[in-house]
Structure formats: structure tokens, C-alpha cells
């Protein structure tokens, strides 16, 4: 069976920035968090995907296919949830539907009005009376009203409320129960990762740095804090970042085991969690 979502070896190249050989699959039944910090290239990689961008290298497969030669079949069967939607203001919610729903093939109209009841929607209201919470209720109804399989969200829970976010996280939770669709959720705020990813896609100023099980990364790493007396350096090599401050240090490392048979009780080893990683990643090596 082959992935809903495949990229090998994808490059795009601009005047100051490239994206370089990303490479990642997400199966059927599974939700990818896709993190980075802003800038790393998340969001020309969406691009890319979506044939929005043409690009120069590699090659990007959606359910088996390519965009080139299958798009019309390709967009019938995704949905796509943005930080920013492109909805008309001025129309209601049944207004906008109706302009969406003949688009697709698929489209099921009970299961909209299932869903509009269920994510507690007026449909009579208007886009810009929404709040942003309303809106990516919305957008998520459209896109599983029309049974997409793959589902990519874009900083789709940015600037919500935590009773939102959480409500929004468990409607995604409950989607991929029946082991049909995916997700891919792009995200910067890496709290909501922490509770419902299976999968983390992690790139950096362009380059891919891991795209692995959440579990197998959140046991791999882990948070060392000691005394400035220990950091030799081989004890910096076995660092992946590190802020160092007046009598200490807190760091990132991958080599918990060999740190505690060197140093006992004189570290204290932590659990990480996506954020002390992504950010110890990114800014490697600090003064504060």
C-alpha cells in the first residue's frame, strides 16, 4: 500500500533561502507534526505539495500519485486548513458552502450538516462575524464534507484559545479513528504536537533534521543540567545545544546514557518535551 504523502529528495532554490532534500512519507491513520521554527521552509514545502511552487528537484507523490499528471483526481480527495482563510466576508456560511460543494465529486451534503452541528456552527451566520476558532471549525467541515483522505493544516490552531485548541485537537484526534485518513499539521506552537502527533517532521533553514515516531524522539533526547565544572570538551560534544548561565548550564543531548554512568548525581537528567528540542536545536549554543 502505498503512503498518502511521499516527498524524496525535494529541493526548491530562491536568491537567499533553499530548501533542500526533504524527504518524508505519512500513512493512512496517522497525524505528522511538520515543526520548525519560522523561515525553516514549512510553508514553501506545503507549496510545493500542493503544486502551488514548481520544484527543482525530487519528487512529491499524493496517494501514490503525481501532481503533473493526476492533479484534478489529486485535490479531490485533500483538504487543506490555513492560518488565514480565503473565504468571501460578506457571505454566510451556507452561502460560501454553496459555492464550495460543486467543486467536488464526493461532496456529501449530510455529512456537512453533521459536522456543522457537531462543531456547535451557525450556518446562517456570516464569514467575518467568525471568530478564528469558527473559521477552522468551518474549513474542517468543508474538507471532511467532501471525504478527503489527507488533511493539511497550516498553523491552523495560531492565536486560539487553549479551550479552542484543545476542542479543535480533539476533533483531529477523532478523525483518524478509522484508520482512512491522515494529517499532516504544521505547526510552530509544538504543545498541540505534544498531545496528538504520531509523527514529527522536523526541518531547519531548509534542511531536513529528523522525521521520526514521536515516542522514539521524546525517548532519544533528553534535558541535562549541571555545574560549569563538567563542561569539558567532550562533554560539549556530546551536547546538541546549550544554555550556559552564571553557575551552570541546561542542555539538549542524545548521549544521556554515557553523561549519567560519567557524571551520577552530580546532572540531573529531564524529560524533554517537542519544544526543548526544536529550540535547543535551532539556537545550538547560548550565553544568558
Known sequence: MSALLELK???????????????????????????????????????????????????????????????????????????????????????????????????????????????????????????????????????????ADLIIMDEPTSGLDPIIRNELLDILYTIIQDEEKGILFSTHNTSDLDKIADYITFINNGEMVFSRPKDEILEQYKIIKGGKEILNASTREKLVGIKEHGVGF???????????????????????????IMLYTVRGRQRV
Request: hydrophobic fraction near 35%.
Open 250 to 276: 541546561e542542555a539538549l543531548t542524545r548521549s544521556s546514557d554515557v553523561l549519567r554512568k560519567e557524571f551520577g548525581n552530580r546532572i540531573v537528567i529531564e524529560e524533554p518535551c517537542l519544544e526543548d
Open 9 to 147: 529528495n525535494v529541493g526548491k532554490k530562491y536568491k537567499e533561502f533553499e530548501l533542500k532534500d526533504i524527504s518524508f512519507q505519512l500513512e493512512k491513520g496517522y497525524i505528522m507534526g511538520f515543526i520548525g521554527p519560522n523561515g525553516a521552509g514549512k510553508s514553501t514545502t506545503i507549496k510545493l505539495m500542493m503544486n502551488l511552487l514548481k520544484k527543482d528537484q525530487g519528487e512529491i507523490k499524493i496517494f501514490g500519485m503525481d501532481y503533473r499528471e493526476k492533479e484534478s483526481e489529486i485535490k479531490q480527495r485533500i483538504g487543506f486548513v490555513y492560518d488565514e482563510n480565503y473565504f468571501y466576508e460578506e457571505l454566510s456560511m451556507i452561502e460560501m458552502k454553496k459555492i464550495i460543494a460543486p467543486f467536488y465529486n464526493n461532496w456529501d451534503e449530510k455529512a456537512f450538516q453533521r459536522y456543522v452541528e457537531d462543531f456547535n456552527l451557525s450556518p446562517k451566520q456570516k464569514i467575518k462575524e467568525l471568530s478564528k476558532g469558527m473559521k477552522m471549525k468551518y474549513s474542517l467541515a468543508l474538507a471532511l464534507s467532501h471525504n
